[in-house]
């Protein structure tokens, strides 16, 4: 990258060599720290109020729920659905419906797996705007970093289980095609459709963990927010080589 | 692709060759049409009531607040500020920095770009359980088909914008990306500021026209929702080559 370029506040060059990490880290304060708050909605209701989930039961209502609901607006579900009865207020209004095209990476463009935004949903409006952005990033490191799914249900809904992949990406259409390439299915069967309810059981119960955690006052970020885009000098994954380079697998059939 | 694949509702070459076409159509239907509805949330509420914006308002406030509260927020700031004063009621109380997180294709992860998902939170609570889906997806096509910044400021509050680039994808990532190269800046620039502001309030803009659209009954789908995951058998974008192939840039100094 030509040191020339214009408008340059920190170069890409300085964030990599670390020469910039002083004013690279003065823009993510000003990302998550000051400037978030200061943006924040002066509301007396926001953040919302908490109180601490079952994590079973949150994952049993996002798990059966899933095959009507979908994968972000069943993650809502399952992390509202007890905080509606334990909490009420503004949990009751909210029509969880409104995040269902979130579903399949946003209307089935395979974009972010439609559980990550079901939670996001979710941590936005409870872990408020000092832990909102680090709880987010962490549960995009946990669904890239987790084997899924994990979730057993008493009994499946609609088939058994057998294979479990670890995505690497926050990213449905690969996730979603690292897991059917495993267990050798196509995108509309009930084995994707079971495992992809049970992604969802898993990514509500881990989002309720980090809420629980920050009830009690013991969540702390696992990962250090921003640090893909420092590190990358641009918004991505953190593994640059899953999409530039020859590791991309070919089109089942060869299709364009 | 095997014909064998167990568990196979509709095959992909069905799908591909049209034999799977009444099927497809029926699972299609089951998200978009009547299980959507039936899951839908039964609430006085939903969807939330709506009085027509102006265009222009919505770009203005879109654009002017990017620079703090970044590119989800942002837009549902153009879409909502104007509501809660000519509506008010739940708009009054929804805490617009809920969404900030979803910047930059979710806490800087460069998937899905955020002006979407704060578009997609507007017209989840707005559009109803009929139109969501396809709202949704209408916006997911004019992202990556439409060449932007389009809106020009009276005043730029960065820089001036000489580059105007087409994605051909919603994802962050790839849209920046490409305009960052015409550009020839880096990500932490003010050029690149500039032009993600103005994104904000092209989608923005584009998101009360098809909200004003619906409410005078005039709203019809430009796209036919799920058609990308009915064409390729997986939840994705709908130009399979633009990852699949060799068409992927090498990482700008060879990182890895």
Redesign the interface.
Same mark, same amino acid.
């Given at each position: 990258?030509?040191e020339e370029?214009?408008? %340059?506040?920190? !170069?890409?060059?300085q964030? +990599?060599t670390g020469a910039g990490v002083i004013a690279?880290g003065t823009?993510a304060s000003a990302?998550v720290g000051t400037?978030?708050v200061? !943006?924040?909605?002066a509301?007396a209701?926001? /953040?919302w109020p908490y109180k601490k989930l079952n994590i079973n039961q949150v994952g049993e209502i996002a798990y059966k729920?899933y095959f %009507?609901?979908?994968c972000a607006?069943t993650v809502l579900k399952g992390l509202f659905t007890p905080l509606r009865k334990s909490v009420g207020g =503004?949990y009751k &209004?909210y /029509? +969880?419906?409104?995040?269902?095209?979130?579903?399949?990476?946003?209307?089935?463009?395979? #974009?972010?797996c439609g559980t990550?935004?079901g939670a996001? %949903?979710a941590?936005? +409006?409870i872990a408020g =705007?000092e832990h #909102?952005?680090a709880m987010?990033?962490d549960m995009?490191f946990y669904y890239g970093n987790t084997t899924m799914p994990m979730y057993t249900p008493k009994k499946a809904i609609k088939?058994d289980i057998k294979h479990h992949t670890k995505a690497d990406t926050?990213?449905?259409?690969v996730s979603?095609?690292k897991w059917?390439k495993a267990a &050798?299915?196509?995108?509309?069967?009930?084995?994707?459709a079971e495992r992809c309810a049970r992604v969802a059981a898993d990514i509500a119960m881990q989002t309720a963990r980090l809420l629980n955690d920050l009830h009690d006052g013991k969540y702390k970020p696992s990962h250090k =927010?921003?640090a893909?885009?420092l590190g990358?000098?641009? #918004?991505?994954?953190n593994n640059? &080589?899953a999409?530039?380079?020859n590791n991309? /697998? &070919?089109? =089942?059939?060869g299709?364009?």
């Open positions: 990258m030509s370029k214009k408008g %340059t506040e920190v !170069s890409r060059r964030i +990599l690279a823009a990302i400037s978030f200061k !943006s924040a909605e509301s209701k926001y /953040p729920n %009507t609901d979908f607006m =503004p &209004d /029509p +969880l419906a409104a995040v269902k095209s979130f579903h399949g990476g946003v209307a089935g463009w395979g #974009t972010v990550l935004l996001g %949903t941590i936005g +409006l =705007p #909102t952005e987010t990033n995009m088939v926050p990213v449905c259409h979603v095609g059917m &050798d299915v196509i995108f509309l069967s009930p084995d994707r =927010p921003l893909n885009v990358n000098g641009i #918004t991505s994954q640059c &080589d999409c530039h380079g991309i /697998p &070919d089109v =089942p059939g299709k364009k």
